[in-house]
């Protein structure tokens, strides 16, 4: 199920934030650097895949980093992590399309062969609004319609940022 929620993506209350990364190694804009910033292992961890592999050879992987925010914060079966999904091979702000709607599928049907398997409930993922669309040069709807295919067993909060 997919739900359009305006909401800040960190505290949408989802087990899991996904969002679209390159394979280059950078976070510089966007969710993407609003993770780097606030969540450096999950950085340290892309940036780690990114240095060992071949860029070509990390499109349409999922990397899933578990996170806490705060010790204090964990109960038993809390999850909270972060996914990176690599889906461009390059970045840019030209006009041209770096998504690859084919990795991106490949990450959100990952993502949902993941959740089925690992959760004895169905899990809530939070993703940005238009995903692959506002840095990547991606088509929303195609992107949506990819979205409803691939995640048949859990809950999608599309969140746009309500902010200003």
């Not at 087990?15 to 804009?29: T, Y």
């Not at 969540?39 to 592999?53: A, G, Q, S, T």
């Not at 578990?66 to 996914?83: H, T």
Request: proline share 3%; charged share 25%.
């Amino acid at each position: 199920m997919i739900i359009h929620k305006k909401c800040d993506i960190f505290e949408s209350g989802a087990n899991i934030i996904c969002h679209q990364v390159n394979c280059r190694g950078v976070m510089g804009s966007g969710v993407a650097k609003q993770i780097k910033d606030r969540y450096p292992l999950v950085f340290d961890e892309y940036k780690k895949w990114c240095d060992e592999r071949k860029p070509k050879a990390l499109l349409g992987c999922t990397q899933f980093v578990r996170i806490y925010p705060s010790r204090a914060e964990v109960k038993e079966g809390d999850f909270f992590g972060i996914i990176n999904m690599f889906g461009q091979l390059d970045y840019g702000y030209d006009g041209k399309c770096y998504t690859s709607y084919e990795a991106l599928a490949r990450c959100f049907n990952t993502i949902n062969e993941f959740c089925r398997y690992f959760f004895d409930t169905t899990p809530v993922l939070a993703i940005p609004y238009k995903i692959g669309c506002a840095r990547g040069g991606g088509d929303w709807e195609k992107v949506l319609s990819l979205m409803e295919e691939n995640f048949t067993d859990v809950v999608v909060l599309v969140c746009e940022c309500d902010k200003g």
